[in-house]
């Protein structure tokens, strides 16, 4: 089992869709949980982090799950530049202040 | 913000060449580096952790011999894929854990290096 799962995608919405990804992680031990954006060819940018009690950055919106080990992102209205591969990231404690990343579900939006 | 530059973005080489990165920390001090790998359609993988002034630390599976991590100071990290092959070429990212209080972000990256082995 991978240490952190998530749907490939792609995920193919028109503009204004709400949109919402899942990832699961084996690690029941995990410490901190993420998710990133990446872009084509680019580096991956924190999109946000996610708190046990569930946190909202404008249209994005994340939930943890700790007994179910799962992660969840919504993003409502969304917009043309939104389209990217968004990566679910744990921390999964341990020290040494490494990150497993996911695979990634691919977002386009379309008009 | 804090940044990481890496360098360099792009390099196409023959096979049996040795491709050195840089990653750099512009504006802190990293006491800890990491390297990461991605090939196409799949997640980052992550190859060292490099601490400096100390050996790396590398996952299972990966070479320390081909894949040669300095990490002389606390602003600069250092990758070498040495006698690199065609199956080395990947996406090669960097980044780096900030020395000061544990900040918004957990890592910070740089900006990756495309390698591609003829």
């Known amino acids: 089992r991978k240490e952190v799962e998530q749907d490939p995608g792609p995920f193919n919405v028109p503009e204004g869709a709400t949109v919402a990804f899942n990832c699961t992680y084996s690690?029941?031990?995990?410490?901190?949980f993420f998710w990133y954006r990446q872009d084509c060819r680019k580096e991956p940018k924190l999109l946000m982090s996610?708190?046990?009690s569930g946190n909202e950055d404008g249209r994005f919106t994340a939930q943890l799950n700790r007994a179910s080990q799962y992660i969840s992102l919504l993003i409502r209205d969304s917009k043309l530049s939104d389209s990217a591969t968004y990566l679910c990231?744990?921390?999964?404690?341990?020290?040494?202040?490494?990150?497993?990343f996911g695979t990634g579900t691919q977002l386009k939006v379309e008009l | 913000g804090a940044v990481v530059s890496q360098h360099p973005s792009w390099v196409i080489c023959k096979s049996g060449t040795s491709v050195k990165i840089e990653c750099r920390s512009l504006?802190?001090?990293?006491?800890?580096m990491f390297w990461y790998r991605q090939f196409p359609k799949q997640s980052l993988m992550l190859m060292a952790t490099?601490?400096?002034?100390?050996?790396?630390?590398?996952e299972q599976g990966v070479e320390k011999d081909k894949f040669l991590i300095n990490h002389a100071s606390l602003t600069l990290s250092t990758l070498t894929v040495t006698s690199a092959h065609p199956e080395d070429s990947s996406f090669y990212i960097c980044?780096?854990?900030?020395?000061?209080?544990?900040?918004?972000?957990?890592?910070?990256f740089g900006d990756g290096t495309r390698l591609s082995i003829l």
């Open positions: 980044s780096a854990r900030s020395r000061q209080k544990y900040s918004n972000q957990p890592q910070h």
């Open positions: 690690n029941s031990a995990s410490q901190s």
């Open positions: 996610v708190y046990s």
């Open positions: 990231v744990v921390n999964p404690g341990g020290g040494g202040n490494k990150l497993t």
């Open positions: 504006d802190f001090q990293a006491t800890t």
């Open positions: 490099s601490n400096e002034g100390s050996k790396a630390t590398y």
